[in-house]
Nanobody, 125 residues
Framework: VQLQASGGGLVQPGGSLRLSCAASGFTLDDYAIGWFRQAPGKEREGVSWLSSGDGSIYYADSVKGRFAIARDNTGNTIYLQMNSLKPDDTAVYYC???????????????????WGQGTQVTVSS
């Protein structure tokens, strides 16, 4: 069971990036998915979440209206489309998955068993 995060890079403020989280060894259909990020000197924070049951989607207030989480048709890849990026969005972004979460813990990083390796997003002019 592995997750591979990719798609990070350097982008100017106001730009866009699309992160991908690809699963190998399992399909993500039955898994809750979380995107988290960690900036230097700061704690890891949640960005967006996709529940496994009813497919409910949640966003942190800081990214609401700018970021969008989506699952591809194969069920093996989760995307995080990031628009109107700001310097404060600079961080290493991680995807996480778990198939045994209850909805109340979906925003909690420690509740996830499987993590990707992280991809760096830098927003700078």
């Amino acid at each position: 069971v592995q997750l591979q995060a990719s798609g990070g890079g350097l982008v100017q403020p106001g730009g866009s990036l699309r992160l991908s989280c690809a699963a190998s060894g399992f399909t993500l259909d039955d898994y809750a998915i979380g995107w988290f990020r960690q900036a230097p000197g700061k704690e890891r924070e949640g960005v967006s979440w996709l529940s496994s049951g009813d497919g409910s989607i949640y966003y942190a207030d800081s990214v609401k209206g700018r970021f969008a989480i989506a699952r591809d048709n194969t069920g093996n890849t989760i995307y995080l489309q990031m628009n109107s990026l700001k310097p404060d969005d600079t961080a290493v972004y991680y995807c996480a998955a778990d198939n045994n979460l209850i909805t109340s813990t979906i925003r909690t990083a420690s509740a996830y068993d499987y993590w990707g390796q992280g991809t760096q997003v830098t927003v700078s002019s």
